[in-house]
Antibody
């Protein structure tokens, strides 16, 4: 059974960079026609797609976040990562990593809450 | 890339049916048969319940069904049960590996 697990700091200061890693287990990040994505959910609000990466490193970002987002993949560690720069309180959210295929996110991590505060 | 439009709330009594709408544009919902629906219980990760407009992943009850007409997709939950009380989000492929979500509908089982 494929499993995804987010990890990273739970508290980030304003103007700094938020960095999270998603570790994939139960399957190879390089196998199949899959993409790997990040989605976030501010407290009490809806889901927001952040971006997606292929195992070969092709990236696709939400237009409104594109200037601040970098997603990368490390196939040797079966991981992919999210960097979001110049964060503000509006970036406080639960961040999920997930596997995308054929238009849907089938497998999700449990999510990790990141709070932006000084 | 604007969020898809969903009604903020819906309700129904046990055993009844309820239908949620999800309205987009010809660039997302209307342009592709890649509409998905997710169920999210409080404090939990979203769970895929419908993909490609009307297909159910293994293990999802057939009480959940999806459809699409033009730029609007719909999710119907038949035979409402208490455990169906949750938030429901639609999403659509929007081209170039882009994805857009709806704002979510909170379902209350009376």
């Amino acid at each position: 059974q494929l499993q995804l697990q987010e990890s990273g700091p739970g508290l980030v200061k304003p103007s700094e960079t938020l960095s999270l890693t998603c570790t994939v287990s139960g399957g190879s990040i390089s196998s199949g026609n899959y993409y790997w994505g990040w989605i976030r959910q501010p407290p009490g609000k809806g889901l927001e797609w952040i971006g997606t990466i292929s195992y070969s490193g092709s990236t696709y970002y939400h237009p409104s976040l594109k200037s601040r987002v970098t997603i990368s993949v490390d196939t040797s560690k079966n991981q992919f990562s999210l960097n979001l720069s110049s964060v503000t309180a509006a970036d406080t959210a639960v961040y999920y990593c997930a596997r995308w295929s054929g238009g849907s996110y089938y497998y999700w991590g449990l999510g990790t809450l990141v709070t932006v505060s000084s | 890339q604007s969020a898809l439009t969903q009604p903020p709330s819906a309700s129904g009594s046990p055993g009844q049916s309820v239908t949620f709408s999800c309205t987009g544009t010809s660039s997302d919902v209307g342009g592709y048969n890649y509409v998905s629906w997710y169920q999210q219980h409080p404090g939990k990760a979203p769970k895929l319940i419908i993909y490609e407009v009307n297909k159910r992943p293994s293990g999802v009850p057939d009480r959940f069904s999806g459809s699409k007409s033009g730029n609007t997709a719909s999710l119907t939950v038949s035979g409402l049960q208490a455990e169906d009380e949750a938030d429901y989000y639609c999403s659509s492929y929007a081209g170039s590996i882009n994805c857009v979500f709806g704002g979510g509908t909170k379902l209350t089982v009376l």
